[in-house]
C-alpha cells in the first residue's frame, strides 16, 4: 500500500497562510482522487477539497476561495495551498487517496491558528 504522510503544519496567526504537503511513497497515478480531510476537536472528521486525477477539484463551503489543493505528479506529492486562515480551521488535516472511496490516510498534521 502507499503510504500518505502529510507535512507543513503548525501555529499560524489569523489571516496567515500556511501550505501543507503529502507526499506519497509511490505513484500518486494509482489514485483516481485524492483529498484533503480535517477534525476538530469534538467534531467529525470532515473533507476539506479534493482533487481527481482528471483535475476536477471541490472544496467545502467554509474554504471556499481561500484553500487550493493541487498537485505535482513529478514529486508525487499533493499540496494544500490555506490562506486567510482562521481560528475555526484549527484541526488535524489529514491527506487522503483512494480509487472511488478514500481508502489510504497519512498520520495527520496539526494546523493551529491563533487569535
Known amino acids: 500500500q502507499v503510504r500518505l504522510v502529510e507535512s507543513g503544519g503548525g501555529l499560524v496567526q489569523t489571516g496567515g497562510s500556511l501550505r501543507l504537503s503529502c507526499a506519497a511513497s509511490?505513484?500518486?497515478?494509482?489514485?483516481?482522487?485524492m483529498g484533503w480531510f480535517r477534525q476538530a476537536p469534538g467534531k467529525q472528521r470532515e473533507l476539506v477539497a479534493l482533487?481527481?486525477?482528471?483535475?476536477?477539484?471541490d472544496y467545502a463551503d467554509s474554504v471556499k476561495g481561500r484553500f487550493t489543493i493541487s498537485r505535482d505528479n513529478a514529486k508525487n506529492t499533493v499540496y494544500l495551498q490555506m490562506n486567510s486562515l482562521k481560528p475555526d480551521d484549527t484541526a488535524v488535516y489529514y491527506c487522503?487517496?483512494?480509487?472511488?472511496?478514500?481508502?489510504?490516510w497519512g498520520q495527520g498534521t496539526q494546523v493551529t491558528v491563533s487569535l
Open positions: 487522503a487517496s483512494g480509487r472511488g472511496v478514500f481508502d489510504n
Open positions: 482533487l481527481t486525477s482528471g483535475g476536477r477539484t
Open positions: 509511490g505513484s500518486i497515478f494509482s489514485f483516481n482522487v
